[in-house]
């Protein structure tokens, strides 16, 4: 029997370094996962690196919003769309292109779904779960707020 379809949504702003990196981990962990990227107008060429990871792979879909709307309004326009898309994906997953985000959790996150759970959260604050490596470091400026998972290494991606 195949496996529910899953979507893998990444939402993105400013993540051009991360983002391919990010999509190779959830394509490795997850095969048969598709990954829908939304992106808020990058300035730094993260929507037009997803439309180039979207050409090189049917599986990768992106949403291209025209300005910054903030990461709610991101996971909105992911949902509305994965569960409008072609009847609608039976399993949508959400986590963030710095790999603040395991990829490799998903697997299990998703067997949990299959067992019966309606609902799983990962978390970090529950035993077994936790932070490693995490430095917080504003992406641009302090007023941006964006935190990232960076062992020593200058790449705002934890890889």
């Not at 190779?24 to 997803?50: C, I």
């Not at 490693?132 to 020593?152: C, G, I, K, L, Y």
Request: contains cysteine; proline residues 6%; aromatic residues 6%.
């Amino acid at each position: 029997m195949d496996a529910p379809s899953t979507v893998v949504m990444i939402p993105t702003h400013n993540e051009r370094e991360c983002l391919t990196p990010i999509v190779a981990a959830v394509r490795a962990a997850v095969p048969t996962a598709d990954v829908l990227v939304v992106d808020d107008n990058s300035p730094d060429g993260t929507g037009t690196l997803a439309d180039e990871l979207a050409a090189a792979d049917p599986r990768v879909r992106v949403i291209h919003r025209v300005r910054k709307q903030g990461l709610g309004a991101a996971y909105l326009a992911a949902f509305d769309f994965a569960l409008d898309a072609d009847g609608g994906w039976k399993r949508i997953v959400q986590m963030d292109a710095d790999f603040s985000h395991d990829p490799n959790d998903v697997p299990r996150l998703l067997a949990a779904l299959d067992a019966g759970a309606d609902l799983v959260i990962g978390s970090r604050y529950i035993e077994g779960g936790g932070t490693e490596n995490w430095a917080s470091a504003a992406a641009s400026s302090a007023a941006s707020a964006a935190f990232t998972r960076s062992p020593s290494s200058a790449s705002p991606c934890a890889i």
